[in-house]
């Protein structure tokens, strides 16, 4: 078989580019000089090795960031699709992970979401990107430093420890942030009767922090689910306060328990779905 240096690299991994002669060959021409960035990750298709040949494309996604932008390279068969995000156009950062399935979800005011998907074995590259591209619209750090707030324990359930994990690493980075709210999961899908369905809709537990340029919302990938399957994801979704452009509520067209809370335009709508009371209230109020 034909080898290739970029053939014998590929594995999982994602990895750091640091010169042109890094690139995968399908984004070459592409004007991305590592250089020129912050950082550069080539990001492998999911696919086992012993599928893999030197002919193929192995690389699906170049995420490049500099100091104004994020660009997002998406292989499609033998060409790709450029996303440019400017930092101030960014209104929501969602990074998540369910076992090995990685998923970074970028949303700008226009509306337009790119989607990074990734395998999370080793998920450090990434959580070094995110931080990056926040940094595009984040002021720099330094200056007169304020007292931490006084960080509060949050507990949930056994079957949440993960997201109450989550938290606790996330403060231990950023010490600036302080407890909006916390709630634990909740059956919110009853039948007419009252009792609960053979396969019960859960609204799934959530934690959310803030700080004064952003909001972090710990939750599941998938925040409604149907069923008694075990939920292992976890989720952070990045709300940077100077792209809330505005807020609205609404009742759950099936569940009463169940808040939608809309942050943003027509155009770049999220829907977060919270139980109704003071949850929603914590969350409006940080808002």
Known sequence: MRRT????AFGPYIYEVRTVADLPRLYRDAGIDPAAHRLVLKVPRTIERRNADPDMHLYDFLIAVDDTAVTVLRRRDDWYDRAHLPGGQLVAIEDSVALLDGRLTLRTAAGAATVVTYNAVDPVPMRRMVRLIRELYLPPRGGSARPHPVRRAVRLGREDVGLVTAYERLLDDEPGLRLIGATGREV??????????????TLHAAITVAGDHELHLLHRRDRLTRGNAKVHSIARTVLPRAGITGVRTRPHDAYPAVTIVTVG???????????????????????
């Open 188 to 201: 919110v899908g009853r039948s007419m009767s009252g009792l609960p369905l053979p396969r019960p809709v």
């Open 5 to 8: 240096a970029e053939f014998d």
């Open 265 to 287: 335009s027509d155009d770049a709508a999220l829907d977060i779905p919270m139980l109704a009371g003071p949850a929603t209230e914590a969350l409006l109020a940080a808002l």
